[in-house]
């Protein structure tokens, strides 16, 4: 069973940078394709951006093309999210999701895609 663990959400001022980190148990996060979404209040989840598991592209929402980057890192099997230049709409809960280990040569930012989910964490950028 694949289980995701988010952590390094919290507040910051208009500018400032968080990393958030997604912790893969249960599976292997450099061969999974997997994805960062955010979800603001009353709005939809949407995706912010992913990364294939079989190389090393990543994909971004254009909102955040330029100011988020995604990596990881094999030895510790986490997944992270630099986020810098945040802006106030930038604010919501952040979680980490997970494709089919049969769709690691792609990714998306649909979230009907990925079946592997985590709890999230809260973020929160104020001016």
């Known amino acids: 069973q694949v289980r995701l663990a988010e952590s390094g959400g919290g507040s910051v001022q208009v500018g400032g940078a968080l990393k958030l980190s997604c912790v893969v148990s249960?599976?292997?996060?450099?061969?999974?394709?997997m994805g960062w979404f955010r979800q603001g209040p009353g709005k939809e989840r949407q995706g912010v951006g992913c990364?294939?598991?079989?190389?090393?592209?990543?994909f971004y929402a254009d909102s955040v093309h330029g100011r988020f980057t995604i990596s990881r890192d094999n030895t510790n099997n986490t997944l992270y999210l630099q986020m810098d230049s945040l802006k106030p709409e930038d604010s919501g809960m952040y979680s980490c999701?997970?494709?089919?280990?049969?769709?690691?040569?792609?990714?998306?930012?649909?979230?009907?895609?990925?079946?592997?989910w985590g709890q999230g964490t809260q973020v929160t950028v104020s001016s």
């Open positions: 999701a997970a494709r089919r280990l049969a769709y690691s040569g792609s990714c998306a930012l649909e979230k009907y895609d990925y079946i592997h």
């Open positions: 249960g599976g292997i996060v450099g061969r999974y394709s």
């Open positions: 990364i294939i598991g079989s190389g090393p592209n990543t």
